[in-house]
């Protein structure tokens, strides 16, 4: 199920977390809610370009080698935040009950 049939653009977080705040919220959900993980069309797509599948992005998600540089950008509504490997960024975004972790896109970085 992509967020866009589950969720309105009023649904999303707007109170921007730090990124200690904003990892601990991805290690919450990934360990106790990983079915509230939901994917926009858009990092469905993105994957795709990349040839990378929604297990890789996934696997960043949990990946304590995966970090989160800056603090959230605001964008089309929400704070956003980018979770880094050395090969990989996934860009996610959180619901406003923190109960649901949207990934908002991913690519490869060697491409």
Partial sequence: MTYDQYMSPA???I???NRNE???LV???MTLMP?????SKHALAELENDDLTTTDALNILKSSDSKIIDDGEFEHGSYRYRLETGNIVVVICFS?????LIVVTAWDKRK
Wanted: hydrophobic share 25%; aromatic share 10%.
């Fill in 22 to 24: 904003s990892r601990k």
């Fill in 15 to 17: 109170e921007k977390m």
């Fill in 35 to 39: 079915q509230n993980v939901l994917f």
């Fill in 11 to 13: 649904d999303f977080k």
């Fill in 27 to 29: 290690r919450k959900i």
């Fill in 96 to 100: 406003s009950n923190g109960e649901h």
